[in-house]
């Protein structure tokens, strides 16, 4: 009942209170800087920065995995709390701009970390990835308030492709510089770069959208943990009865660790086995973002016109495809065919999984849905990059101490990681197979978006 009258009020504001169209390009431009935070340090120049000169090693890959698992752990224990804070004051947007600046602040920082700073790249890069993902929720929490249920998907649509664009036009500035110029200082430079990028990015949403719920007075008695826990039973309670939704959150749990393996470690991998410089990651992860746009516009096709679950099928079956050539591949050059491929499959994974949720859920249940799926995504996730990065150094360590030598046992180590991918991508599909096709309702045709 609570949060069914939180969803009312937030809906007769958004009623009184029209859209306008310099408030949803705010919003898009906000995505097109923190998806250039994500491009240039969690993709493409940071992760292999950190592996490769500042640690080193089968021991870089494993506190690269241990830094992201904390980030990611962090985030999931503190993301409902903070949620049902902001979603009962109404300060959505001061939340967004505090975990915005920890973000745009530590990303800054990271350019004053040199080889040998493992305390501080790894502290730097912890709270730079805290602010990222913590700033997401309360990014997408104003989506609702910006746009009507039946323009959702559109406006989410255009905010992800135009996030998109921003992480290319991200990696093409640095990527100039680096071919120009080159050295470390300018990889560590390109940190700055991002970072005003980001923040540059992010100054119109602050500016010109206005937040439209209104603060609520809690219960006496109540305080907001308290508030996060009830509401966190009533979605449960909301979801419990849905056995087929259910079953798809335990394999989306599952077959996210691998997408969120593959994605965290893709720039490690080309490092470690082909040896790719710095300009050859770069445009390794440029041919995936394109490859990614192009993938989620075709799986959101296939799902309507085909079905969700057979799109879903799909695109895991191409992302294990890619997986498993990985681990036989030895050419830099097949390597980055594989890239384009996977980059194509797993946004058609994460684009058709959402999709999926709004079809398993009741029109009347569709916010506890979402947020059952946001808070169980979030909260699994940190497992699949920390047991990546745990293989990958115990297997190097142990063939170091069958006599390999240290690079082959590195590279041998990472394929071995590699396997752990395909196990919860292969596991995670098979859970899929067993689900049966949600049926969505039939509704009336949505009025016209605003552009």
Not at 186 to 197: C, E, K, P, Q
Not at 250 to 256: C, H
Not at 361 to 388: C, D, H, L, N, Q
Request: a positive charge; aromatic letters at 12%.
């Amino acid at each position: 009942m609570a949060i069914a009258l939180e969803q009312a009020k937030t809906r007769a504001a958004r009623r009184r209170i029209p859209t306008t169209r310099r408030e949803r390009w705010a919003w898009y431009l906000y995505d097109f800087g923190n998806s250039a935070y994500a491009a240039v340090v969690l993709l493409a120049i940071y992760s292999a920065y950190f592996q490769g000169q500042v640690v080193g090693g089968s021991e870089g890959t494993r506190l690269w995995g241990v830094s992201v698992g904390i980030a990611m752990l962090v985030v999931a224990v503190l993301s409902p709390v903070l949620g049902t804070l902001a979603d009962f004051s109404a300060s959505k947007k001061k939340f967004l701009l505090f975990f915005t600046t920890l973000s745009v602040i530590f990303t800054a920082a990271l350019f004053l970390v040199m080889p040998g700073d493992i305390f501080t790249g790894m502290l730097f890069f912890i709270l730079a990835e805290i602010g990222y993902r913590a700033a997401q929720v309360f990014y997408n929490a104003l989506l609702p308030e910006i746009a009507t249920p039946q323009e959702i998907g559109k406006v989410s649509g255009k905010g992800w492709a135009f996030g998109s664009l921003g992480g290319i036009v991200c990696l093409l500035i640095v990527l100039a510089l680096i071919m120009s110029i080159g050295g470390t200082t300018v990889v560590r430079f390109s940190f700055l770069i991002t970072a005003v990028f980001y923040l540059a990015s992010s100054v119109p949403l602050f500016l010109w959208l206005r937040e439209r719920a209104e603060p609520q007075p809690l219960g006496k008695g109540d305080n907001y943990i308290q508030v996060a826990s009830r509401r966190l039973r009533e979605t449960f309670r909301a979801v419990r009865h849905y056995r087929e939704f259910i079953k798809f959150i335990i394999a989306f749990l599952i077959y996210n660790d691998g997408i969120m393996m593959a994605l965290n470690f893709a720039a490690i991998i080309g490092a470690v086995l082909f040896s790719m410089t710095q300009q050859q990651l770069i445009i390794f992860m440029i041919i995936i973002q394109v490859t990614s746009v192009a993938g989620a516009y075709l799986f959101g096709i296939l799902a309507d016109r085909w079905s969700s679950k057979r799109s879903l099928i799909l695109s895991l079956i191409l992302m294990i495809g890619a997986i498993v050539w990985m681990l036989f591949v030895q050419n830099v050059t097949v390597f980055f065919i594989i890239g384009a491929l996977a980059g194509f499959a797993l946004t058609g994974v994460q684009s058709v999984s959402r999709t999926l949720v709004g079809q398993f859920a009741p029109i009347e249940k569709s916010a506890e849905f979402y947020g059952f799926f946001e808070v169980g995504g979030r909260t699994s996730s940190f497992i699949g990059p920390t047991v990546y990065g745990f293989i990958a150094a115990e297997a190097a360590i142990l063939l170091s101490a069958r006599g390999m030598d240290a690079v082959s046992a590195e590279q041998m180590g990472i394929r071995v990681a590699i396997g752990s991918i395909v196990a919860f991508l292969v596991l995670g599909l098979v859970l899929v197979l067993k689900i049966r096709q949600p049926q969505p309702e039939v509704t009336a045709q949505p009025p016209e978006a605003i552009s």
